[in-house]
């Protein structure tokens, strides 16, 4: 505007509603953020907080093949590798006595389980 006339009174108003529209358009543009930054947080609390799944009691260890089995454990033994899945008891006796699949030497599922090589 490079009038020669000079800036009334509405022109100034109008000017600094502008100047408060875009600071209060800045200011919850940063709340929201901060409320999903507390959501996120509120979330991640919950899920910590929320209850776990038992371990299951037997576990069965794969091979690096990924097909056979490689040792059976006791839920919870420190030896169990990251290819080990949740088992029942019947799989577990079953895979000690007919599959030939080997105890753990650490935790002696075998001796849990009442079976005696």
């Not at 543009?29 to 910590?48: M, N, S, T, V």
């Not at 753990?104 to 599922?109: K, S």
Request: hydrophobic share 40%; with cysteine; aromatic share 4%.
């Amino acid at each position: 505007m490079n009038d020669d006339r000079p800036l009334t009174r509405l022109d100034m108003l109008r000017f600094a509603r502008r100047v408060v529209e875009n600071q209060t358009a800045r200011q919850l543009a940063l709340i929201d953020r901060w409320i999903a930054d507390e959501e996120r947080r509120e979330a991640g609390r919950k899920r910590r907080l929320a209850p776990r799944q038992p371990a299951p009691e037997w576990l069965i260890e794969r091979a690096l093949n990924g097909r056979s089995a490689l040792y059976v454990h006791v839920g919870g033994c420190s030896n169990a590798g990251g290819r080990s899945k949740g088992v029942g008891r019947g799989q577990a006796v079953r895979a000690l006595t007919e599959g030939g699949v080997a105890a753990c030497p650490l935790c002696r599922p075998d001796t849990v389980l009442g079976i005696l090589e």
